[in-house]
């Protein structure tokens, strides 16, 4: 297949996007969310992508905005042009809306969940499935999860200054997420209230492990 997941740091990342339809705005506000310069070619221009930072340039200009480039995003409906992009960027990161395998990265259906962002990707065989697979996760992971995760980050700050065993920090946070009543307070998004437990309930662990 030759795939694999990425997250990639885009903050302050420059961004070519060639094509003003309905992909090649989706992916422009996706990478301007993500702190990225991002310049877009196309035949039309979009009041809310200019009020986001985006810029817009002319194709006759195209040349030079490649070079400028860390990521090229292909989505125009033009093949000969799409070509012609593939062909000069050489060693650049591209992404090809019309033919994936013709680029070398995948932007994916994601979506966030919180602070959980989940992608999927069907080896470009159904973008269809891919939203419908998207529903599902959607469906599957509750406020009680997201909460969970919160805790988990929280706990583990606390333990890194407190527990200098990595292994034993570890036994701690399988014990807070396996805890009934911490379980009950997030069931009732009574997050505060489960961080103040897992404050007394490690600190008493602690002192009786160095008795």
């Not at 903050?11 to 705005?25: A, H, P, S």
């Not at 070619?41 to 979009?46: P, S």
């Not at 013709?102 to 990707?121: A, H, L, R, T």
């Amino acid at each position: 297949m030759g795939w694999t997941p990425l997250f990639l740091q885009m903050d302050k990342k420059n961004v070519l996007i060639v094509g003003t339809g309905e992909v090649g705005k989706r992916r422009a506000k996706r990478f301007i969310n993500a702190g990225a310069n991002v310049t877009i070619i196309g035949k039309t221009y979009d009041d809310d992508l200019i009020g986001l930072g985006a810029l817009f340039k002319s194709v006759d200009e195209i040349d030079k905005w490649i070079n400028w480039s860390d990521i090229i995003v292909v989505a125009t409906s033009s093949p000969d042009l799409n070509k012609y992009i593939s062909a000069v960027a050489h060693d650049k990161l591209i992404n090809r809306a019309d033919n994936p395998e013709s680029g070398n990265v995948i932007v994916p259906s994601s979506f966030f969940i919180g602070d959980v962002q989940i992608c999927v990707f069907t080896n470009s065989k159904s973008p269809l499935m891919a939203k419908q697979l998207r529903k599902k996760i959607q469906k599957v992971i509750t406020d009680h999860d997201v909460m969970q995760m919160e805790l988990q980050d929280y706990t583990r700050k606390y333990l890194k200054d407190k527990v200098n065993d990595q292994k034993k920090r570890k036994e701690y946070l399988y014990q807070i997420l396996n805890d009934n009543h911490i379980n009950d307070l997030l069931m009732n998004g009574k997050i505060e209230d489960a961080k103040i437990y897992v404050e007394n309930y490690l600190g008493k662990k602690l002192n009786n492990a160095d008795e």
